[in-house]
């Protein structure tokens, strides 16, 4: 059992993908217990921890705060990667109401991480949380189970109505999978057809190509390429190549990272989430249709039965 942070500030700049805010956030090193966000451009910010109980929305994204001002967008994919390196010490300052984005995944934060390294800092810090009991969470239409074990596994499927993604499964073993190579590089994933709903919503002012896969579910029309054009300053020309694009996955990289990468991503967010309890979790998880609404109900469910509660 260790307590673990980084060895030296790291940096991060981009844009959110929900509010489009140009942001800039340091990872900072602390040698107190717990993983802290603090808001550098609210004047006396208190520092936000991270807990299940801390999260005030979670629709399409999670969201950090103690209340409707100081708040953290989109913190699941930094999460992620802080749960494969162990660290639960650390202090994230950002200039904005949104982590960047990035290229949609974990895996530049990883690596950055790998580049700057970790630094156990206490051997006397409860960092590891065994599952004692069956916990099931169930909504009618997510469903989350964990029985004891003693490794961190999880199998994961989704089931989406539309046939170019339908059924998908995938599996991760702390200890029989290597996180960079089979979980970290999966993108977040959009249908083209929510596109025009995001954009009339005003919920995703920073997506773009280079930080997302595009699911080609549908046929654009003209008045649809006009408004994606016209949102996200694209070329026409550009939106008439993607319409005509025989390929199903649309994203700057042409094709996907890894086998099942959508999937892959609902099991990268599902760590990030699980990872609000700041403590590596031993147990056998089975998720069918996770989102973080039950991502993070779930988390809660951990913690009260942590506390003997129900």
Same mark, same amino acid.
């Given at each position: 059992?260790?307590?673990?942070?980084?060895?030296?500030?790291?940096?991060?700049?981009?844009?959110?993908?929900?509010?489009?805010?140009?942001?800039?956030?340091?990872?900072?090193?602390?040698?107190?217990?717990?993983?802290?966000?603090?808001?550098?451009?609210?004047?006396?910010?208190?520092?936000?921890?991270?807990?299940?109980?801390?999260?005030?929305?979670?629709?399409?994204?999670?969201?950090?705060?103690?209340?409707?001002?100081?708040?953290?967008?989109?913190?699941?994919?930094?999460?992620?990667?802080?749960?494969?390196?162990?660290?639960?010490?650390?202090?994230?300052?950002?200039?904005?109401?949104?982590?960047?984005?990035?290229?949609?995944?974990?895996?530049?934060?990883?690596?950055?991480? =790998?580049?700057?390294?970790? $630094? *156990?800092? &206490?051997?006397?810090?409860?960092?590891?949380?065994?599952?004692?009991? @069956? %916990?099931? /969470?169930?909504?009618?239409?997510?469903?989350?189970?964990?029985?004891?074990?003693?490794?961190?596994?999880?199998?994961?499927?989704?089931?989406?109505?539309?046939?170019?993604?339908?059924?998908?499964?995938?599996?991760?073993? =702390?200890?029989?999978?290597? $996180? *960079?190579? &089979?979980?970290?590089?999966?993108?977040?994933?959009?249908?083209?057809? @929510? %596109?025009? /709903?995001?954009?009339?919503?005003?919920?995703?002012?920073?997506?773009?190509?280079?930080?997302?896969?595009?699911?080609?579910?549908?046929?654009?029309?003209?008045?649809?390429?006009?408004?994606?054009?016209?949102?996200?300053?694209?070329?026409?020309?550009?939106?008439?190549?993607?319409?005509?694009?025989?390929?199903?996955?649309?994203?700057?990289?042409?094709?996907?990272?890894?086998?099942?990468?959508?999937?892959?991503?609902?099991?990268?967010?599902?760590?990030?989430?699980?990872?609000?309890?700041?403590?590596?979790?031993?147990?056998?998880?089975?998720?069918?249709?996770?989102?973080?609404?039950?991502?993070?109900?779930?988390?809660?469910?951990?913690?009260?039965?942590?506390?003997?509660?129900?």
């Amino acid at each position: 059992m260790a307590g673990i942070t980084i060895r030296s500030e790291i940096v991060f700049e981009g844009y959110g993908l929900h509010t489009g805010c140009k942001t800039r956030c340091i990872l900072k090193p602390s040698y107190e217990e717990g993983i802290f966000f603090k808001r550098v451009d609210i004047k006396d910010s208190r520092l936000i921890k991270v807990d299940p109980d801390n999260i005030i929305d979670n629709k399409r994204n999670t969201i950090l705060g103690l209340d409707s001002n100081n708040l953290v967008y989109t913190i699941e994919h930094f999460l992620s990667a802080f749960w494969a390196w162990g660290i639960n010490s650390l202090i994230v300052e950002v200039d904005s109401p949104e982590l960047p984005i990035l290229d949609g995944s974990s895996l530049p934060i990883y690596k950055k991480i =790998e580049e700057t390294g970790v $630094y *156990k800092y &206490s051997d006397n810090y409860n960092d590891i949380l065994f599952i004692q009991e @069956e %916990i099931v /969470y169930d909504d009618g239409f997510s469903y989350i189970k964990v029985e004891p074990y003693n490794e961190f596994e999880v199998t994961l499927e989704i089931e989406y109505p539309q046939d170019i993604i339908g059924k998908q499964k995938c599996f991760f073993s =702390e200890r029989k999978n290597n $996180y *960079k190579q &089979s979980v970290a590089p999966a993108r977040t994933f959009v249908l083209l057809s @929510e %596109i025009i /709903y995001l954009i009339d919503n005003k919920l995703i002012k920073g997506g773009s190509i280079d930080s997302a896969v595009i699911v080609k579910d549908i046929q654009l029309s003209e008045e649809q390429k006009r408004k994606i054009s016209e949102y996200f300053n694209l070329d026409l020309n550009y939106l008439n190549e993607i319409d005509s694009y025989s390929k199903l996955y649309l994203s700057k990289e042409k094709n996907l990272r890894i086998e099942n990468e959508l999937c892959v991503h609902k099991l990268l967010d599902f760590i990030g989430d699980l990872y609000l309890i700041n403590k590596k979790i031993k147990g056998k998880f089975y998720v069918y249709r996770p989102g973080h609404k039950s991502n993070v109900e779930f988390a809660k469910l951990i913690k009260r039965k942590q506390k003997g509660g129900k």
